[in-house]
C-alpha cells in the first residue's frame, strides 16, 4: 500500500480529521539515515505528524519544520514538510540503542527526554510563524496534542505510531489528528473522548489490515464521517546543487576565505537525503565573489 492522507470530517464539521498510512516513508527514512529501532519510531512518530500538518497549510509553497530540541541520548529531531505531503526528516544520534520501556514498546520517551518541540510555518509572510511548548512525554503525539491545545487554541487529539519487523524494518506507520472546532457541542466532545479512550492503538489497526479510511470510520463513524479527498505522501528530499550553493554563500565571506586559505575541494553532505555535493576551489571562488557582491 502506497503512503497516503485522508482528509475528513464528521458531526456536521464539528471535527476535522486526518488518518494517514506512513509505512513506506518511515521505511526510507530509515534506510537513508541508518536509523536504529528506536529512533526509527521516534522519527517516524514526527515524520507522520508532519506529513498531516503539511496538508494543513493552505498555499502551495508553504512549508512546515517542526523541531525537537531534547536532552535524552537523540539529542534532536527535525523534519519539514510541505502542502503536499512531501516530507523529509533528520535525527541527531540515529543509532541509539536503548532497552524496551515498562510495557515492553520502544522507548520513545526515553530516547527523547525532556526538551522543546518547535513548529515553524514558512507562509511567504515576512516573518514565519513560530510556536513553541515543552514536551510532555516525549512520545511525540503527546507532546503535539499539548502543542495544538497551547500554542495553537485548537483542542486536538493525536495518534501516532511505528511497528517494526524483527529484521529492524518497518512492518506498519501511521497516525490520526482530530480537531474539535469552536462551536463543537459537548454531546460530540464527549462522545469522541469515549471512543478515544477505548479504541486500539494505531499500528494494531494499521496491521490488521484497515485502511486510513477504515482508521476514521472506527473513530468517526457514529459522528457522520464524510471523506473530503485523499493525498499522496513520500519522502521527499528537494535539496539540488545550486540550493547548496546559496547555503554556503549565506554563511558569509569570511567563512568562505577560510575554506579557500585550505586550499582544498569542500564536501557538503545532505542531512536530509545525505547525497554528496562536492565544491572545488574554483567554486569557493565563485561563490567568494558573489558573497561580496
Not at 76 to 88: E, F, P, Q, R, S
Not at 124 to 130: I, S, T
Not at 145 to 163: C, M
Amino acid at each position: 500500500m502506497k503512503d497516503y492522507i485522508v482528509r475528513a470530517t464528521a458531526a456536521n464539521a464539528q471535527i476535522r480529521a486526518f488518518a494517514m498510512t506512513s509505512r513506506a516513508l518511515v521505511e526510507e527514512a530509515r534506510r537513508v539515515h541508518e536509523l536504529s529501532p528506536v529512533i526509527t519510531a521516534a522519527l517516524g512518530r514526527l515524520l507522520t505528524a508532519g506529513a498531516m500538518m503539511g496538508s494543513m497549510l493552505k498555499g502551495e509553497k508553504d512549508v512546515l519544520t517542526m523541531q525537537i530540541h531534547c536532552d535524552g541520548p537523540v539529542r534532536g529531531l527535525a523534519v519539514t514538510a510541505d502542502a503536499k505531503a512531501n516530507v523529509k526528516g533528520t535525527a541527531l544520534a540515529p543509532q541509539v540503542m536503548l532497552p524496551p520501556n515498562g510495557l515492553g514498546k520502544l522507548d520513545v520517551g526515553g530516547a527523547v527526554g525532556s526538551g522543546i518541540l518547535s513548529v515553524i510555518k514558512d507562509m511567504g509572510l515576512k516573518e514565519p510563524y513560530v510556536g513553541q511548548t515543552q514536551l510532555q512525554t516525549g512520545e511525540i503525539a503527546e507532546d503535539l496534542t499539548y502543542y495544538f491545545a497551547t500554542s495553537e487554541q485548537v483542542p486536538s487529539a493525536v495518534g501516532l505510531g511505528v511497528l517494526m519487523e524483527k529484521d529492524n524494518t518497518v512492518r506498519q506507520a501511521g497516525g490520526f489528528i482530530l480537531q474539535l472546532m469552536p462551536f463543537a457541542e459537548d454531546e460530540t466532545i464527549n462522545a469522541l473522548e469515549e471512543k478515544l479512550r477505548t479504541m486500539d492503538s494505531v499500528t494494531n489497526i494499521l496491521d490488521a489490515g484497515s485502511t486510513p479510511e477504515q482508521l476514521l470510520e472506527l473513530l468517526l463513524g457514529d459522528l457522520g464521517l464524510e471523506i473530503n479527498d485523499t493525498i499522496p505522501a513520500q519522502y521527499h528530499c528537494d535539496c539540488c546543487r545550486e540550493r547548496v550553493e546559496r547555503a554556503i554563500i549565506s554563511i558569509g565571506k569570511k567563512d568562505i576565505q577560510e575554506m579557500l586559505d585550505d586550499g582544498k575541494p569542500v564536501e557538503v553532505r545532505c542531512q536530509f537525503c545525505d547525497k554528496i555535493y562536492n565544491f572545488e576551489v574554483e567554486d569557493l571562488e565563485k561563490m567568494l565573489t558573489e558573497a561580496r557582491s
